[in-house]
């Protein structure tokens, strides 16, 4: 089984992301980070998994490459519930309830990060991937 173990940004600010992530995805915790010679500030943001890598470079921009970051969750409400109460609002929700089977939101971060989470409601890999609707 293949699964991807990290990706790998440049922030204007680890903060605002390590905060954001901190109430979309409260299963994720800081796995280490610190101040490189090297490489400047970094952290890694994840589980036992995987994670997000972020090294903060001031003045960074938002990657026109990088359409969004897409994670699954298992409530898409309660995700929702904790950002609102957190300040954040959906930068998109128009597909939260466009297919049977997955319901999905989008969210941008402090530094423009534009985040997709997915809540799957099969268990049925053909009706979780059916592009077709």
């Known amino acids: 089984m ?4 990290h990706i790998h940004l440049n922030v204007d ?4 992301t390590e905060e954001f992530m901190a109430v979309a ?4 915790s800081r796995r280490g980070g610190e101040l490189s010679e090297t490489f400047g500030q970094w ?3 994840g589980n036992s998994n995987c994670y ?3 090294t903060e470079r001031k003045g960074a921009a938002t990657m026109e490459e990088l359409r969004h970051i897409g994670m ?3 409530d898409v409400e309660a995700l929702m519930a904790r950002l609102s109460a957190a300040g954040y609002e959906a ?3 128009s597909s939260l309830n466009s297919h049977p089977h997955r319901r999905r939101v989008y969210y941008i971060d402090g530094n423009g990060l534009d985040w997709e989470f ?3 409601l099969s268990e049925v890999n053909a009706e979780r991937n059916d592009y077709s609707l």
């Open 72 to 74: 699954v969750v298992e």
């Open 52 to 54: 997000i890598a972020l």
């Open 91 to 93: 930068a998109d929700n």
């Open 13 to 16: 600010s680890i903060a605002k």
């Open 25 to 28: 995805l409260p299963e994720f």
């Open 118 to 120: 997915v809540e799957y």
């Open 2 to 5: 293949q699964i991807l173990e």
């Open 43 to 45: 952290a890694h943001i």
